[in-house]
T-cell receptor
Framework: EPEVTQTPSHQVTQMGQEVILRCVPISNHLYFYWYRQILGQKVEFLVSFYNNEISEKSEIFDDQFSVERPDGSNFTLKIRSTKLEDSAMYFC??????????????FGSGTRLTVV | AQKVTQAQTEISVVEKEDVTLDCVYETRDTTYYLFWYKQPPSGELVFLIRRNSFDEQNEISGRYSWNFQKSTSSFNFTITASQVVDSAVYFCALSEGRKLTFGKGITLSVRP
């Protein structure tokens, strides 16, 4: 079964450093997403991406965040200057126009980001 | 704005007991989708079920069953004969376009 792959599974970074979280969506999917889950809390939408541009973003997704699809396979989330409160699990997901109605998304297994 | 409420925060049962996880939602959309996800201790999100707003039939899949009642805006999840492997956090979610709004989750502990 096709999977969304996220790397690394766990990343530790120092406050103020830039970090890039990487995702390989399912190859024939067209829509890509990032969600965040602070430890012990609910999963929150950050951003959706389609046709090489952001289609929707939440108020959490401020100027320190950016997303990019640098090639035909990767989808990245960059956090420019990390803060302690950015420590969370970050989930990538992908869907096509059909599966979002049938199965929802396919989520990756997440990257746990720890800012120290 | 969309909202998903999972009023129960933690439930603890003994193995083989039945348990029901509640989910109440709010939306102004006439077409929407509801989901349940399981998050085991390893942290990934495991898709369990999707239901669209026009399909109020209950669904059963093995030990899992779901009860969707549009009149009360509820989409409850029952695990029959619970097992230790069912221990996890369970999230209910509601679609808004292609964005999902999650509830806060219910931590289910199944004791042997």
């Amino acid at each position: 079964e096709p999977e969304v792959t996220q790397t690394p599974s766990h990343q530790v970074t120092q406050m103020g450093q830039e970090v890039i979280l990487r995702c390989v969506p399912i190859s024939n999917h067209l829509y890509f997403y990032w969600y965040r889950q602070i430890l012990g809390q609910k999963v929150e939408f950050l951003v959706s991406f389609y046709n090489n541009e952001i289609s929707e973003k939440s108020e959490i997704f401020d100027d320190q965040f950016s997303v990019e699809r640098p090639d035909g396979s990767n989808f990245t989330l960059k956090i420019r200057s990390t803060k302690l409160e950015d420590s969370a699990m970050y989930f990538c997901a992908s869907s096509d126009s059909r599966t979002v109605r049938t199965y929802g998304y396919t989520f990756g297994s997440g990257t746990r980001l720890t800012v120290v | 704005a969309q909202k998903v409420t999972q009023a129960q925060t933690e439930i603890s049962v003994v193995e083989k007991e039945d348990v029901t996880l509640d989910c109440v939602y709010e939306t102004r959309d006439t077409t929407y989708y509801l989901f349940w996800y399981k998050q085991p201790p390893s942290g990934e999100l495991v898709f369990l079920i999707r239901r669209n707003s026009f399909d109020e039939q209950n669904e059963i899949s093995g030990r899992y069953s779901w009860n969707f009642q549009k009149s009360t805006s509820s989409f409850n999840f029952t695990i029959t004969a619970s097992q230790v492997v069912d221990s996890a956090v369970y999230f209910c979610a509601l679609s808004e376009g292609r964005k999902l709004t999650f509830g806060k989750g219910i931590t289910l502990s199944v004791r042997p």
